[in-house]
T-cell receptor, first 114, second 113 residues
Framework: DTGVSQDPRHKITKRGQNVTFRCDPI?????LYWYRQTLGQGPEFLTY????????KSRLLSDRFSAERPKGSFSTLEIQRTEQGDSAMYLC????????????FGPGTRLTVL | RKEVEQDPGPFNVPEGATVAFNCTYS??????FFWYRQDCRKEPKLLMS???SGNEDGRFTAQLNRASQYISLLIRDSKLSDSATYLC??????????????FGTGTLLAVQP
């Protein structure tokens, strides 16, 4: 499968714990995006990388959230001191890099904070 | 006001029906427009891009009215397999500064046998 992959697919954690998610984009896609989707809503933009540079962060991304893409390939999203309100589907997408190009989404990581 | 607004539905239609979804967006500087489809508990997948001239892909027709900041999707001859949530999506990127997608809440379509 050469699509976007995410790991883990599901994560259940207790409030206050730290969690880390991984995203592997489509090979040679230089843009990578993180979105969050809660029940009944469309995905909301969190952050965006072009190669290893993090170019934009949403106000939704509080200081408990950090994302990295150290070598311009895979990316990680870490949430520290999780809260129940962090429960959501975390979606990763990648694109080839042209303006307005198609973003391809991974299957998502579903986070449940107890 | 949300940046992208669409009727959440649900739209319950019989097989073979024609159904239309509408969407409005607030940022007049938006550059690119899409319809994504999302099946229950799955990731969004691109259905089609939307152009000012209108575009068609089989049973699906999308249209964009920049003056009214309005996007539409028409599905003809609905199939059971069309049952899904349809997300109206706007790319806010301009001038190379960003490329983030702004999603509507989605419209749920249920095609009945």
């Amino acid at each position: 499968d050469t699509g976007v992959s995410q790991d883990p697919r599901h994560k259940i954690t207790k409030r206050g714990q730290n969690v880390t998610f991984r995203c592997d984009p489509i090979s040679e896609h230089n843009r990578l995006y993180w979105y969050r989707q809660t029940l009944g809503q469309g995905p909301e933009f969190l952050t965006y990388f072009q190669n290893e540079a993090q170019l934009e962060k949403s106000r939704l991304l509080s200081d408990r959230f950090s994302a990295e893409r150290p070598k311009g390939s895979f990316s990680t999203l870490e949430i520290q001191r999780t809260e129940q309100g962090d429960s959501a589907m975390y979606l990763c997408a990648s694109s080839a890099g042209a303006e307005g190009d198609t973003q391809y989404f991974g299957p998502g990581t579903r986070l449940t904070v107890l | 006001r949300k940046e992208v607004e669409q009727d959440p539905g649900p739209f319950n239609v019989p097989e073979g029906a024609t159904v239309a979804f509408n969407c409005t967006y607030s940022n007049s500087a938006s550059q690119s427009f899409f319809w994504y489809r999302q099946d229950c508990r799955k990731e969004p997948k691109l259905l089609m891009s939307v152009y000012s001239s209108g575009n068609e892909d089989g049973r699906f027709t999308a249209q964009l009215n920049r003056a009214s900041q309005y996007i539409s999707l028409l599905i003809r001859d609905s199939k059971l397999s069309d049952s899904a949530t349809y997300l109206c999506v706007v790319n806010s990127g301009y001038g190379g500064a960003t490329n983030k997608l702004i999603f509507g809440t989605g419209t749920l379509l249920a095609v009945q046998p």
